[in-house]
């Protein structure tokens, strides 16, 4: 069974992952890059590959989406995955169900301050980057590199900030996680997370493990790790994964006329989740 570790890009996702890794593979909290690997992306091509190859087709992937989750259950143990897909339903094929799915752990961040954060990661303009977030067909597939055959080139349905939340707020034993929250109060976020998985997943956690943990996982932690190390999951040689971070204030960074955009286009759910 699968506990989905979902987001929008640029939401918060690679920090929560780094605090489920240490919590659930380390017994003292110690945090290494290569840690994040124990919570896969999904999809990825090799998890579709005896289904299908068209792995820029969506329609094609989408009806394998239930076959190769469980395919990946097959084993019949509990693991965690990454995604930034949707939980939605694509031509009446669902992303994921019950009989897959057995938890989820969703992250959302103030769209306001994603803007600067897409920009960076995606190379964009702070406009390409507001109608990245606006946009309802959305998804991610490198289609301007025809020699781009990694793992995680498949093609991946996100639609728009707003209809991303909305498809996984409504998932069955789910816990949300604030971004924001997550800066505030670091501790109470990860003891959240520590309880949430524990119902899953058998672990050991104590007061000192998860002050290691803060301290290993904290923003500027792996910003230097990653200045020292690399890191493979940054976007190309010359962007850097771990930016701003904390400091990224869309007061400071982005103009009027887009944040009115923003605001006006995910009212309802900005309201909701206490970000207007």
Known sequence: MIIWCA??????????????????????????????????????????????????????????????????????????????????????????????????????????????????????????????????????????????FSEENIITLLGSWKTHYNSWKIASNSLIIRYEDLISNTRLEIEKLSEFISKFIKFEVNDQKIQTILNMTSFKKLKQMEEIEGFEEAPNDKTKFFNLGPKNDWKNNVNKKLIERIESNFSDEMKELKYI
């Open 7 to 148: 987001s929008y890009p640029k939401s918060g996702n690679t920090w929560i992952r780094a605090i489920i890794t240490s919590l659930i593979n380390s017994k003292s909290g110690e945090f290494k890059f290569d840690m994040l690997r124990k919570v896969s992306l999904f999809p990825k091509r090799f998890q579709f590959k005896s289904f299908t190859n068209e792995f820029s087709d969506l329609k094609k992937i989408s009806q394998f989406w239930i076959s190769a989750q469980e395919k990946i259950n097959s084993d019949g143990k509990v693991k965690i995955l990454k995604t930034h897909n949707g939980n939605y339903n694509f031509l009446g094929k669902d992303f994921t169900n019950k009989k897959n799915t057995i938890g989820v752990i969703y992250i959302v961040r103030d769209p306001r301050n994603i803007i600067s954060s897409i920009a960076n990661h995606y190379q964009l303009n702070l406009e390409e980057s507001v109608n990245f977030l606006l946009d309802e067909k959305r998804f991610l597939f490198n289609k301007n590199d025809p020699d781009d």
